[in-house]
């Protein structure tokens, strides 16, 4: 069941990437076998990998000697594969090559992330605002840079200035 309501979240079809990105496309795609072969490859996706952070909590369990409730101290979905992922990659013949190949791979997801959902906001403006297409690198810009410094008080757990 986890599996299945990952794989409905993971096309994030409320952030309207989907959308932008399929205007990118070439009005002559066969949009139905499009839309069949994403659907299926992410689902799939969404499938093997929760089989295999379950197989990796259960063989924890089994080298631990305890219940597979017990094999990892979070309690979050979340926290579950993050859990369970690098204490897998631990045990197995070249760890450092393993976890480097692990969060290299979680960079580049949380990157095309901020990518696509960049891509969502400037189209939109400059959907809505016809004299925004002109300047987009110095919307891009401004964009990216505004975030950024949106950002930083949440990476620097800043609460409150002193006055």
């Not at 197995?92 to 393993?98: E, F, R, S």
């Amino acid at each position: 069941m986890e599996a299945a309501v990952q794989a409905l979240m993971s096309f994030s079809v409320g952030h309207g990437a989907i959308l932008v990105l399929s205007s990118f496309s070439d009005f002559s795609n066969p949009m139905p076998r499009a839309v069949l072969l994403v659907s299926v490859i992410d689902v799939a996706t969404c499938l093997v990998a929760c089989a295999a952070v379950h197989a990796m909590v259960g063989h924890l369990a089994a080298l631990l000697d305890v219940p597979i409730q017990g094999a990892l101290p979070a309690t979050s979905r979340l926290g579950m594969a993050f859990a369970a992922v690098p204490e897998a990659l631990v045990r197995m013949a070249k760890p450092g090559l393993w976890a480097f190949a692990f969060f290299l791979a979680l960079y580049l997801l949380g990157l095309t992330a901020s990518v696509v959902l960049t891509e969502v906001v400037l189209s939109s403006l400059s959907d809505q605002f016809n004299g925004l297409r002109e300047m987009r690198t110095i919307c891009s810009l401004v964009f990216c840079i505004a975030c950024f410094v949106v950002g930083l008080p949440i990476c620097t757990h800043v609460r409150e200035m002193p006055m």
